[in-house]
């Protein structure tokens, strides 16, 4: 007598569960209830007062804008690490045609320039095959040469109601207009003023987001939004991610992948000529020699920590953009920001626990309670220190988020039309 069995399938993966928005505004505002908590607790009211929020934010949006241009790049499989000399390009040709026409024109030529950098990295990689780090470095270094070159030329002698030159740099430039939206900014400001719990701290926010905003930074978070559909919720977005993943599948559909990779990486290289131009006019009033200052690197690291997702970008630019505004304001604001780390690492050392990471969850505690004990033992954090936050915070950041990142399939590689996969 035989008894009959019935194989069963494998049971498919779980799906990761997607937060809601109602979850997301939750996340956001337990964030803003602890800051608000350090800031009573430490007294330290410029941690998110109006002016730490509008630094933070003048900060983010190059970080973005770079991070922006590297996540088209990758996606579409070609890696970017030219983004600095990009930025670099983006910076002298905001300056130059802002001087001789007016700021929007800067921005385009901003964009140009760094879109040429683009075109230039497209064509090493896409067209010659060259390895793309390799390719980048060469584009940082002609970015950097070629600026430098390019201000002793042009900006030596300018002279003028538009602007002052010098061998290298071209200063008091017109900048872009700014928008205030009356009444409402003073009130929340007022709010912001009476530091209370919670309610001081949004009201901080909003009067960031409503005091003297350059259009320009609205310009930079409509990039961000045009991204998120372009990429995600269009046909165009869709061939473009799979020549990221899968470049000759692509390809067996019709899809021309030298085609899209052109596009992506000049894409890439006008967001970061654009970050370069917001340096230039709206951080500043002019270009100066390396005023990129690595931004271009952090808006690689900023990718990379998003996982390279639209949002993930986002919150890893404003996290790098805040702690280094933070450093330009009162010193007391980055031993405040201790208090804020060890809680952050804490948190996420509960979380990495309870998901099974039980080394990684101790290794995050031990950060914490270091952090905590800085925080309680000393009463300021040395000025040298405090210029080097957004860089030993990149490091940090690459070290805790290396477990779960997930890159395009295909990144780096080099394709050959008609090759096998």
Avoid at 126 to 144: C, Q, R
């Amino acid at each position: 007598m035989s008894v009959a069995t019935t194989a069963q399938a494998p049971a498919a993966p779980a799906r990761k569960k997607r937060r809601s928005p109602a979850m997301w505004l939750l996340i956001v505002a337990a964030v803003i209830a602890v800051i608000s908590l350090v800031r009573i607790v430490t007294g330290t009211h410029e941690l998110d007062s109006p002016g730490s929020l509008t630094a933070a934010i003048t900060a983010t949006c190059p970080i973005l804008l770079a991070a922006l241009g590297g996540l088209w790049a990758e996606r579409a499989g070609v890696v970017n690490i030219g983004l600095e000399g990009q930025m670099i390009l983006g910076t002298w040709g905001a300056a130059y045609f802002t001087y001789w026409y007016d700021p929007y024109t800067g921005i385009i030529g901003a964009i140009a320039l760094g879109a040429v950098g683009g075109l230039i990295h497209a064509i090493a990689t896409v067209s010659f095959g060259v390895n793309h780090i390799v390719s980048g470095v060469a584009i940082n270094l002609i970015g950097l040469g070629l600026a430098s070159f390019l201000a002793e030329a042009f900006f030596a002698d300018l002279n003028s109601e538009h602007g002052r030159g010098g061998p290298r740099q071209l200063t008091g430039l017109a900048k872009p207009d700014t928008i205030t939206i009356p009444g409402f900014s003073d009130w929340m400001a007022d709010l912001a003023a009476k530091h209370w719990f919670f309610i001081s701290d949004v009201a901080s926010l909003l009067a960031a987001l409503s005091t003297n905003l350059s259009v320009v930074t609205i310009l930079v978070f409509v990039l961000l939004i045009a991204t998120v559909w372009i990429l995600w919720h269009t046909s165009f977005g869709l061939r473009l991610r799979s020549c990221g993943e899968n470049p000759h599948a692509a390809e067996s559909l019709g899809i021309n992948v030298y085609r899209y990779k052109y596009a992506a990486v000049i894409a890439s290289g006008a967001f970061a000529g654009l970050g370069g131009g917001f340096l230039a006019l709206v951080s500043s009033s002019g270009y100066s020699e390396g005023q990129t200052n690595g931004r271009g690197y952090i808006g690689l690291a900023a990718m990379i920590f998003g996982n390279w997702r639209p949002g993930g970008i986002l919150l890893g630019s404003g996290m790098f953009g805040y702690t280094d505004s933070l450093r330009l304001r009162d010193a007391s604001t980055v031993h405040a920001l201790l208090l804020l780390v060890a809680i952050a690492l804490a948190v996420y050392a509960v979380v990495q626990w309870r998901q099974g990471a039980r080394t990684t969850a101790m290794v995050v505690a031990g950060g914490a309670a270091l952090f905590l004990l800085w925080f309680a033992l000393t009463d300021e954090v040395p000025r040298d220190f405090t210029s080097m936050t957004p860089y030993v915070l990149t490091l940090l950041v690459l070290a805790f988020a290396s477990q779960r990142l997930r890159m395009p399939k295909a990144d780096g590689l080099v394709y050959r039309k008609g090759s096998v996969g």
